[in-house]
């Protein structure tokens, strides 16, 4: 099992440009998550889906959109990207969701940098 | 508002030593709390996942402690490696929610 995938690794926009992440897992999780971590913050939740063609806003969805038309793929769209975006943007996926005490799994994370 | 507090913000021990992180949290209604790991430029990794009846919880040198009257955690690391150099994370979850409190994470730096 490759666990959950993430691409790019790296990546450098410039304001207003789009661009989409992209999050794969192969362990049949329904459940599927994005974060950002930022310098002297905790992790915080942008998007989440419970299901193929079911997701719903985080704590901090502003500027980002998702969809999931798979059980194995969930990709983070910036639709305009800002300075204020650049974060290390983590996946993570499991069973269920995290208020039922399943294991999270996290993908190795892109570094996004907006200039 | 829900908050997870850790301390101390960053230590630094030498390799062999046991040393213990801390977590406040103030979640309501509490459903399950864990530790991660996350070594530089990975994704976090779990330790521990500890539920309202579980006091203690252990993953090889890795024992995590929980009181949920007092809504404190602890972590403690026994016979410390330089692989033990990292962020520990400390996660809890309400009952029910789908968006878990993270805490900032206690960078840990084992020197030889």
């Known amino acids: 099992n490759a666990g959950v995938t993430q691409t790019p690794k790296f990546q450098v926009l410039k304001t207003g440009q789009s661009m989409t992440l992209q999050c794969a897992q192969d362990?049949?999780?329904?459940?599927m998550s994005w974060y950002r971590q930022d310098p002297g913050m905790g992790l915080r939740l942008i998007h989440y889906?419970?299901?193929?063609?079911?997701?719903d806003q985080g704590e901090v969805p502003n500027g980002y959109n998702v969809s999931r038309s798979t059980t194995e793929d969930f990709p983070l769209r910036l639709l305009s990207a800002a300075p204020s975006q650049t974060s290390v943007y983590f996946c993570?996926?499991?069973?269920?969701?995290?208020?039922?005490?399943?294991?999270?799994?996290f993908g190795p994370g892109t570094r996004l940098t907006v200039t | 508002k829900n908050q997870v507090e850790q301390s101390p913000q960053s230590l630094i021990i030498l390799e062999g030593k046991n040393c213990t992180l801390q977590?406040?949290?103030?979640?309501?209604?509490?459903?399950?709390l864990r530790w991660y790991k996350q070594d530089t430029g990975r994704g976090p990794v779990s330790l521990t996942i500890?539920?309202?009846?579980?006091n203690t919880k252990s993953n090889g040198r890795y024992t995590a402690t929980l009181d949920a009257d007092t809504k404190q955690s602890s972590l403690h690391i026994t016979a410390s490696q330089l692989s033990d150099s990292a962020s520990y994370i400390c996660?809890?979850?309400?009952?029910?929610?789908?968006?878990?409190?993270f805490g900032r994470g206690t960078s840990l730096i084992v020197h030889p």
């Open positions: 993570a996926s499991s069973y269920g969701s995290t208020g039922n005490s399943y294991e999270q799994y």
């Open positions: 362990m049949n999780h329904e459940y």
């Open positions: 889906s419970v299901g193929a063609g079911i997701t």
């Open positions: 977590c406040n949290y103030t979640v309501s209604p509490f459903s399950n």
């Open positions: 500890m539920t309202f009846s579980e």
């Open positions: 996660v809890v979850s309400a009952g029910g929610s789908y968006i878990p409190t």
